[in-house]
Protein backbone atom coordinates (compact mmCIF):
# COMPACT_ATOMS: atom_id res chain seq x y z
CA UNK A 1 0.00 0.00 0.00
CA UNK A 2 1.48 3.61 -0.80
CA UNK A 3 2.06 5.64 1.86
CA UNK A 4 -0.72 8.59 0.49
CA UNK A 5 -3.01 7.66 -2.15
CA UNK A 6 -3.00 9.22 -5.00
CA UNK A 7 -5.73 11.83 -5.64
CA UNK A 8 -8.91 10.35 -7.37
CA UNK A 9 -10.17 10.28 -10.15
CA UNK A 10 -8.31 11.80 -12.38
CA UNK A 11 -9.82 14.86 -14.46
CA UNK A 12 -11.67 11.91 -16.64
CA UNK A 13 -13.28 10.14 -13.65
CA UNK A 14 -10.81 6.97 -13.30
CA UNK A 15 -9.79 5.24 -10.36
CA UNK A 16 -6.65 3.51 -11.59
CA UNK A 17 -8.18 1.45 -14.39
CA UNK A 18 -12.33 1.77 -13.52
CA UNK A 19 -14.66 4.21 -13.55
CA UNK A 20 -14.91 6.90 -16.61
CA UNK A 21 -17.39 8.21 -18.36
CA UNK A 22 -19.32 5.48 -20.85
CA UNK A 23 -22.56 7.12 -21.75
CA UNK A 24 -24.42 8.17 -25.29
CA UNK A 25 -22.57 10.91 -27.33
CA UNK A 26 -25.21 13.10 -26.22
CA UNK A 27 -24.48 13.19 -22.53
CA UNK A 28 -21.10 14.01 -22.53
CA UNK A 29 -21.56 17.98 -22.50
CA UNK A 30 -24.10 17.58 -19.82
CA UNK A 31 -22.30 15.44 -17.75
CA UNK A 32 -18.60 18.05 -18.29
CA UNK A 33 -20.86 21.09 -17.14
CA UNK A 34 -22.13 19.48 -13.96
CA UNK A 35 -18.57 18.52 -13.30
CA UNK A 36 -17.59 21.55 -13.66
CA UNK A 37 -20.44 23.39 -11.55
CA UNK A 38 -19.56 20.75 -8.83
CA UNK A 39 -16.29 21.72 -8.93
CA UNK A 40 -17.12 25.46 -8.71
CA UNK A 41 -19.40 24.64 -5.80
CA UNK A 42 -16.75 22.73 -3.77
CA UNK A 43 -15.09 26.08 -3.73
CA UNK A 44 -18.07 28.08 -3.03
CA UNK A 45 -18.58 28.61 0.75
CA UNK A 46 -22.00 29.86 0.17
CA UNK A 47 -22.96 26.33 -1.29
CA UNK A 48 -21.32 24.90 1.91
CA UNK A 49 -22.95 26.92 3.97
CA UNK A 50 -26.64 25.94 2.66
CA UNK A 51 -25.79 22.75 2.80
CA UNK A 52 -24.42 22.36 5.75
CA UNK A 53 -27.51 24.32 7.08
CA UNK A 54 -29.65 21.76 5.65
CA UNK A 55 -27.69 18.99 6.95
CA UNK A 56 -28.30 20.10 10.38
CA UNK A 57 -31.71 21.60 10.80
CA UNK A 58 -33.60 19.84 8.46
CA UNK A 59 -32.01 15.96 8.29
CA UNK A 60 -30.20 15.90 11.54
CA UNK A 61 -26.34 15.97 11.38
CA UNK A 62 -24.61 15.14 13.67
CA UNK A 63 -25.77 11.30 13.95
CA UNK A 64 -24.69 9.75 17.00
CA UNK A 65 -21.52 8.06 17.44
CA UNK A 66 -23.09 4.80 19.77
CA UNK A 67 -21.10 2.69 21.85
CA UNK A 68 -23.02 -0.59 21.38
CA UNK A 69 -22.35 -1.86 25.50
CA UNK A 70 -24.46 -5.11 25.49
CA UNK A 71 -23.60 -5.99 21.95
CA UNK A 72 -19.87 -5.54 22.91
CA UNK A 73 -20.56 -7.95 26.00
CA UNK A 74 -22.31 -10.28 24.26
CA UNK A 75 -19.27 -10.96 21.46
CA UNK A 76 -16.55 -10.73 24.61
CA UNK A 77 -14.38 -9.65 22.39
CA UNK A 78 -13.69 -5.67 20.46
CA UNK A 79 -15.18 -2.67 21.28
CA UNK A 80 -18.23 -2.32 19.12
CA UNK A 81 -19.72 1.57 17.82
CA UNK A 82 -22.37 2.40 15.66
CA UNK A 83 -22.65 5.05 13.46
CA UNK A 84 -26.21 6.06 13.65
CA UNK A 85 -27.31 6.68 9.81
CA UNK A 86 -30.64 5.54 10.78
CA UNK A 87 -31.21 8.20 12.81
CA UNK A 88 -31.81 10.68 9.90
CA UNK A 89 -34.41 11.97 8.39
CA UNK A 90 -36.22 9.71 6.09
CA UNK A 91 -34.61 6.78 7.85
CA UNK A 92 -30.95 6.49 5.88
CA UNK A 93 -27.79 8.21 4.46
CA UNK A 94 -29.33 8.47 1.18
CA UNK A 95 -30.65 11.98 1.85
CA UNK A 96 -26.60 13.03 2.59
CA UNK A 97 -26.63 12.76 -0.99
CA UNK A 98 -29.78 13.38 -2.57
CA UNK A 99 -29.85 17.15 -0.90
CA UNK A 100 -26.28 17.88 -2.13
CA UNK A 101 -27.18 17.13 -5.59
CA UNK A 102 -30.17 19.40 -5.25
CA UNK A 103 -28.41 21.87 -4.28
CA UNK A 104 -26.57 21.57 -7.18
CA UNK A 105 -29.51 20.98 -9.95
CA UNK A 106 -30.89 24.31 -8.73
CA UNK A 107 -27.64 25.78 -9.17
CA UNK A 108 -27.35 24.53 -13.10
CA UNK A 109 -31.21 26.35 -13.12
CA UNK A 110 -32.77 22.49 -13.18
CA UNK A 111 -36.52 22.64 -12.59
CA UNK A 112 -37.05 18.93 -12.94
CA UNK A 113 -35.40 15.84 -11.04
CA UNK A 114 -35.17 12.34 -12.18
CA UNK A 115 -33.91 9.41 -10.16
CA UNK A 116 -34.63 5.60 -10.20
CA UNK A 117 -34.73 3.00 -7.10
CA UNK A 118 -34.74 -0.01 -6.37
CA UNK A 119 -35.67 -0.46 -2.09
CA UNK A 120 -37.41 2.46 -2.58
CA UNK A 121 -35.02 4.47 -0.12
CA UNK A 122 -33.34 6.49 -2.57
CA UNK A 123 -36.42 7.43 -4.57
CA UNK A 124 -38.02 8.53 -1.21
CA UNK A 125 -35.03 10.86 -0.44
CA UNK A 126 -35.30 12.23 -3.50
CA UNK A 127 -38.76 13.12 -3.50
CA UNK A 128 -37.83 14.38 -0.16
CA UNK A 129 -35.43 16.86 -1.41
CA UNK A 130 -38.02 17.80 -4.50
CA UNK A 131 -40.74 18.84 -1.98
CA UNK A 132 -38.64 20.80 0.02
CA UNK A 133 -37.14 22.63 -2.99
CA UNK A 134 -40.61 23.28 -4.62
CA UNK A 135 -38.64 20.70 -8.27
CA UNK A 136 -41.16 18.04 -10.30
CA UNK A 137 -39.72 14.76 -9.69
CA UNK A 138 -40.28 11.93 -11.69
CA UNK A 139 -39.25 8.46 -9.84
CA UNK A 140 -38.56 5.43 -12.50
CA UNK A 141 -38.88 1.78 -10.36
CA UNK A 142 -39.30 -1.67 -11.34
CA UNK A 143 -42.40 -2.95 -11.75
CA UNK A 144 -41.67 -5.72 -9.80
CA UNK A 145 -40.15 -3.49 -6.78
CA UNK A 146 -42.99 -1.34 -6.96
CA UNK A 147 -45.17 -4.43 -5.55
CA UNK A 148 -42.12 -5.52 -2.89
CA UNK A 149 -42.23 -1.80 -1.41
CA UNK A 150 -45.30 -0.47 -1.86
CA UNK A 151 -44.48 1.42 1.47
CA UNK A 152 -41.70 3.43 -0.09
CA UNK A 153 -43.83 4.26 -3.44
CA UNK A 154 -47.19 5.09 -1.27
CA UNK A 155 -44.27 7.57 0.95
CA UNK A 156 -42.63 9.21 -2.89
CA UNK A 157 -46.46 9.54 -4.17
CA UNK A 158 -47.54 11.48 -1.41
CA UNK A 159 -44.52 13.97 -1.18
CA UNK A 160 -46.06 14.47 -4.48
CA UNK A 161 -43.24 12.51 -6.84
CA UNK A 162 -44.10 10.40 -10.10
CA UNK A 163 -43.25 7.14 -9.92
CA UNK A 164 -43.11 5.23 -13.15
CA UNK A 165 -43.30 1.62 -13.09
CA UNK A 166 -41.04 0.02 -15.14
CA UNK A 167 -41.94 -3.53 -16.93
CA UNK A 168 -38.64 -4.28 -19.03
CA UNK A 169 -36.86 -7.61 -18.46
CA UNK A 170 -36.60 -7.94 -14.67
CA UNK A 171 -38.62 -5.35 -13.35
CA UNK A 172 -35.95 -4.03 -10.91
CA UNK A 173 -33.43 -2.27 -10.60
CA UNK A 174 -31.28 -2.22 -13.54
CA UNK A 175 -34.52 -1.70 -15.92
CA UNK A 176 -35.19 1.56 -13.83
CA UNK A 177 -31.47 2.96 -14.40
CA UNK A 178 -32.15 2.51 -18.07
CA UNK A 179 -35.19 4.13 -17.99
CA UNK A 180 -34.09 7.29 -16.11
CA UNK A 181 -31.59 7.14 -18.62
CA UNK A 182 -33.16 6.81 -21.24
CA UNK A 183 -35.44 9.89 -20.15
CA UNK A 184 -32.50 11.99 -19.40
CA UNK A 185 -31.01 11.95 -22.58
CA UNK A 186 -34.25 13.41 -23.68
CA UNK A 187 -34.73 16.16 -20.96
CA UNK A 188 -31.25 17.11 -20.25
CA UNK A 189 -31.80 20.77 -20.83
CA UNK A 190 -34.47 21.35 -18.04
CA UNK A 191 -33.55 18.23 -16.23
CA UNK A 192 -31.34 16.78 -13.36
CA UNK A 193 -30.54 13.12 -12.38
CA UNK A 194 -29.85 12.57 -9.01
CA UNK A 195 -27.92 9.01 -8.83
CA UNK A 196 -28.72 7.66 -5.85
CA UNK A 197 -25.41 5.75 -5.07
CA UNK A 198 -22.07 6.19 -5.64
CA UNK A 199 -21.57 4.60 -9.26
CA UNK A 200 -22.34 5.25 -12.97
CA UNK A 201 -20.37 7.46 -15.25
CA UNK A 202 -17.99 10.48 -13.68
CA UNK A 203 -18.60 12.67 -12.04
CA UNK A 204 -21.33 11.17 -9.67
CA UNK A 205 -19.32 8.20 -7.86
CA UNK A 206 -16.90 11.25 -6.80
CA UNK A 207 -19.66 13.90 -5.93
CA UNK A 208 -21.62 11.10 -4.40
CA UNK A 209 -19.19 9.64 -2.28
CA UNK A 210 -18.08 13.83 -1.69
CA UNK A 211 -21.31 13.95 -0.13
CA UNK A 212 -21.32 11.27 2.27
CA UNK A 213 -17.96 11.74 3.44
CA UNK A 214 -19.58 14.01 6.15
CA UNK A 215 -20.51 10.37 7.78
CA UNK A 216 -16.62 9.48 8.33
CA UNK A 217 -15.62 13.09 8.84
CA UNK A 218 -18.16 13.24 12.02
CA UNK A 219 -17.47 9.76 12.82
CA UNK A 220 -13.37 10.52 13.37
CA UNK A 221 -13.95 13.52 15.55
CA UNK A 222 -16.20 11.66 17.74
CA UNK A 223 -13.89 8.84 18.14
CA UNK A 224 -11.00 10.70 18.82
CA UNK A 225 -13.63 12.44 21.49
CA UNK A 226 -14.39 9.22 22.89
CA UNK A 227 -11.30 6.64 22.44
CA UNK A 228 -8.67 9.72 22.21
CA UNK A 229 -7.52 7.50 18.88
CA UNK A 230 -8.12 6.61 15.86
CA UNK A 231 -10.21 3.09 15.48
CA UNK A 232 -9.15 -0.09 14.35
CA UNK A 233 -11.24 -0.92 12.13
CA UNK A 234 -14.26 -0.08 9.86
CA UNK A 235 -16.85 -1.46 8.67
CA UNK A 236 -19.86 -0.58 5.63
CA UNK A 237 -22.37 -2.87 3.58
CA UNK A 238 -21.42 -2.01 0.05
CA UNK A 239 -24.07 -1.97 -2.61
CA UNK A 240 -22.91 0.36 -5.43
CA UNK A 241 -21.08 1.51 -2.50
CA UNK A 242 -21.76 5.10 -1.16
CA UNK A 243 -22.46 4.97 2.73
CA UNK A 244 -18.95 2.69 2.68
CA UNK A 245 -17.13 5.21 0.69
CA UNK A 246 -18.92 7.72 3.08
CA UNK A 247 -17.54 6.29 6.37
CA UNK A 248 -14.00 4.98 4.57
CA UNK A 249 -13.02 7.87 2.91
CA UNK A 250 -11.79 10.43 5.35
CA UNK A 251 -9.59 7.36 6.80
CA UNK A 252 -8.21 6.03 3.90
CA UNK A 253 -4.74 7.61 4.43
CA UNK A 254 -4.37 6.08 8.19
CA UNK A 255 -2.38 3.32 7.29
CA UNK A 256 -3.48 1.95 10.73
CA UNK A 257 -7.38 1.67 9.86
CA UNK A 258 -8.82 -1.20 8.78
CA UNK A 259 -11.39 -1.14 6.27
CA UNK A 260 -13.84 -4.04 5.52
CA UNK A 261 -16.98 -3.80 2.88
CA UNK A 262 -19.24 -6.21 3.28
CA UNK A 263 -21.47 -7.59 0.10
CA UNK A 264 -24.84 -9.31 -0.27
CA UNK A 265 -24.11 -12.95 -0.62
CA UNK A 266 -27.82 -13.90 -0.68
CA UNK A 267 -28.35 -17.81 -0.81
CA UNK A 268 -24.38 -18.26 -0.87
CA UNK A 269 -22.03 -17.66 -3.67
CA UNK A 270 -23.72 -19.40 -6.38
CA UNK A 271 -24.43 -18.05 -9.61
CA UNK A 272 -27.63 -16.06 -9.44
CA UNK A 273 -28.26 -16.40 -5.82
CA UNK A 274 -26.09 -13.62 -4.56
CA UNK A 275 -24.68 -9.95 -5.16
CA UNK A 276 -21.05 -10.15 -4.36
CA UNK A 277 -19.03 -8.39 -6.96
CA UNK A 278 -15.81 -9.52 -6.03
CA UNK A 279 -16.80 -13.36 -5.13
CA UNK A 280 -16.72 -14.37 -9.46
CA UNK A 281 -17.66 -11.13 -10.90
CA UNK A 282 -15.72 -9.90 -13.50
CA UNK A 283 -14.09 -6.64 -15.37
CA UNK A 284 -16.39 -4.80 -16.96
CA UNK A 285 -18.92 -1.57 -18.33
CA UNK A 286 -21.99 -1.15 -17.00
CA UNK A 287 -24.46 1.75 -17.12
CA UNK A 288 -22.18 4.90 -17.54
CA UNK A 289 -18.42 3.29 -15.62
CA UNK A 290 -16.11 0.21 -15.76
CA UNK A 291 -15.91 -1.88 -12.67
CA UNK A 292 -16.63 -5.67 -11.56
CA UNK A 293 -19.80 -6.47 -12.02
CA UNK A 294 -21.41 -10.26 -12.21
CA UNK A 295 -22.02 -11.14 -15.87
CA UNK A 296 -21.66 -14.74 -17.41
CA UNK A 297 -19.13 -15.88 -20.04
CA UNK A 298 -21.21 -14.34 -23.04
CA UNK A 299 -21.14 -10.78 -20.96
CA UNK A 300 -24.80 -10.62 -20.33
CA UNK A 301 -25.58 -9.00 -16.75
CA UNK A 302 -26.44 -11.89 -14.23
CA UNK A 303 -29.63 -12.43 -12.23
CA UNK A 304 -28.67 -11.27 -8.37
CA UNK A 305 -30.30 -11.92 -5.51
CA UNK A 306 -30.15 -10.29 -1.70
CA UNK A 307 -32.59 -10.62 0.96
CA UNK A 308 -32.63 -6.62 0.89
CA UNK A 309 -33.11 -4.90 -2.09
CA UNK A 310 -30.55 -2.14 -1.57
CA UNK A 311 -27.64 -4.45 -2.06
CA UNK A 312 -29.15 -6.63 -4.86
CA UNK A 313 -27.13 -4.71 -8.16
CA UNK A 314 -25.32 -6.50 -10.49
CA UNK A 315 -22.61 -3.79 -10.46
CA UNK A 316 -20.12 -2.19 -7.64
CA UNK A 317 -18.89 1.49 -7.16
CA UNK A 318 -15.76 1.92 -9.61
CA UNK A 319 -14.21 3.18 -6.48
CA UNK A 320 -14.65 0.24 -4.27
CA UNK A 321 -12.87 -1.66 -7.46
CA UNK A 322 -9.96 0.75 -7.35
CA UNK A 323 -9.49 0.22 -3.38
CA UNK A 324 -9.62 -3.62 -3.73
CA UNK A 325 -7.00 -3.63 -6.79
CA UNK A 326 -4.58 -1.95 -4.41
CA UNK A 327 -5.47 -3.42 -1.36
CA UNK A 328 -6.41 -0.30 0.72
CA UNK A 329 -9.94 -2.05 1.46
CA UNK A 330 -10.84 -5.65 2.24
CA UNK A 331 -14.09 -7.12 0.66
CA UNK A 332 -16.40 -9.79 2.66
CA UNK A 333 -20.05 -11.03 2.16
CA UNK A 334 -22.80 -11.81 4.45
CA UNK A 335 -25.77 -14.49 3.70
CA UNK A 336 -29.24 -13.93 3.95
CA UNK A 337 -29.34 -16.40 6.66
CA UNK A 338 -25.83 -14.27 8.59
CA UNK A 339 -27.90 -10.87 7.61
CA UNK A 340 -30.95 -11.56 9.36
CA UNK A 341 -29.45 -13.09 12.55
CA UNK A 342 -27.52 -9.85 12.70
CA UNK A 343 -31.09 -7.88 12.49
CA UNK A 344 -32.13 -10.28 15.30
CA UNK A 345 -29.15 -9.28 17.58
CA UNK A 346 -29.39 -5.94 17.47
CA UNK A 347 -33.21 -6.01 17.46
CA UNK A 348 -32.78 -7.96 20.81
CA UNK A 349 -29.73 -6.50 22.58
CA UNK A 350 -29.56 -3.19 21.26
CA UNK A 351 -33.41 -2.41 20.77
CA UNK A 352 -32.66 -0.80 17.29
CA UNK A 353 -33.72 -2.30 14.00
CA UNK A 354 -31.32 -1.95 11.41
CA UNK A 355 -32.11 -2.14 7.78
CA UNK A 356 -31.36 -5.62 5.89
CA UNK A 357 -28.79 -3.89 4.15
CA UNK A 358 -26.80 -2.22 6.95
CA UNK A 359 -27.48 -5.72 8.88
CA UNK A 360 -24.76 -7.39 6.67
CA UNK A 361 -22.08 -5.40 8.20
CA UNK A 362 -23.25 -6.27 11.66
CA UNK A 363 -23.37 -9.71 10.44
CA UNK A 364 -19.41 -9.39 9.93
CA UNK A 365 -18.87 -7.90 12.98
CA UNK A 366 -20.91 -10.97 15.00
CA UNK A 367 -17.93 -12.95 13.23
CA UNK A 368 -14.78 -11.04 13.45
CA UNK A 369 -15.40 -9.31 17.04
CA UNK A 370 -15.28 -12.12 19.61
CA UNK A 371 -11.79 -13.16 17.33
CA UNK A 372 -10.21 -9.70 18.53
CA UNK A 373 -8.96 -7.94 21.64
CA UNK A 374 -10.80 -6.17 24.29
CA UNK A 375 -8.70 -3.09 23.19
CA UNK A 376 -10.13 -3.06 19.59
CA UNK A 377 -12.18 -0.41 18.35
CA UNK A 378 -14.48 -1.20 15.45
CA UNK A 379 -16.84 1.62 13.67
CA UNK A 380 -19.45 0.00 11.91
CA UNK A 381 -21.69 1.99 9.49
CA UNK A 382 -25.30 1.38 10.58
CA UNK A 383 -26.39 3.18 7.31
CA UNK A 384 -30.11 2.54 7.69
CA UNK A 385 -33.63 1.94 10.09
CA UNK A 386 -35.01 -1.11 9.32
CA UNK A 387 -38.84 -0.48 9.63
CA UNK A 388 -38.87 -0.89 6.01
CA UNK A 389 -37.88 -4.40 6.41
CA UNK A 390 -40.43 -5.03 9.04
CA UNK A 391 -42.35 -7.79 7.08
CA UNK A 392 -39.56 -10.02 5.23
CA UNK A 393 -37.80 -9.62 8.80
CA UNK A 394 -40.93 -10.88 10.67
CA UNK A 395 -41.45 -13.89 8.04
CA UNK A 396 -37.80 -15.39 8.51
CA UNK A 397 -37.62 -14.39 12.07
CA UNK A 398 -41.11 -14.78 13.90
C1 LIG B 1 -29.41 1.97 -0.47
C2 LIG B 1 -28.92 1.49 0.83
C3 LIG B 1 -27.69 0.82 0.97
C4 LIG B 1 -26.81 0.45 -0.20
O1 LIG B 1 -26.34 1.52 -0.93
P1 LIG B 1 -24.82 2.02 -0.85
O2 LIG B 1 -24.73 3.00 -1.96
O3 LIG B 1 -23.95 0.84 -1.02
O4 LIG B 1 -24.65 2.65 0.48
C5 LIG B 1 -27.25 0.48 2.22
N1 LIG B 1 -28.00 0.74 3.32
C6 LIG B 1 -29.20 1.35 3.23
C7 LIG B 1 -29.96 1.60 4.48
C8 LIG B 1 -29.70 1.74 1.99
O5 LIG B 1 -30.88 2.35 1.93
Not at 53 to 76: I, K, S
Not at 240 to 264: K, Q, T, W, Y
Not at 285 to 296: E, R, V
Not at 333 to 352: H, P, R, V
Amino acid sequence: MPDMLPTVPDARGHFGQFGGMFVPETLMTPLQQLTVAYEEAKNDPAFHAELDDLLHNYVGRPTPLYYAERWTELLGGAKIYLKREDLLHTGAHKINNALGQILLAKRLGKSRIIAETGAGQHGVATATVCARFGMECVVYMGAVDMERQALNVARMRLMGAKVVAVTAGQATLKEAVNEAMRDWVASVENTHYILGSALGSHPFPMMVRDFHRVIGIEARRQILEKEGRLPDMLVACVGGGSNAMGLFHPFLNDADVRMIGVEAGGDGIMPERHAARFQGGKLGILQGTKTWLLADDDGQIELTHSVSAGLDYAAIGPEHAYLQSIGRVEYTYATDDEALAAFKTLATIEGILPALESSHAMAYVNKIAPLLPKSTVIIVNLSGRGDKDVETASKYLL
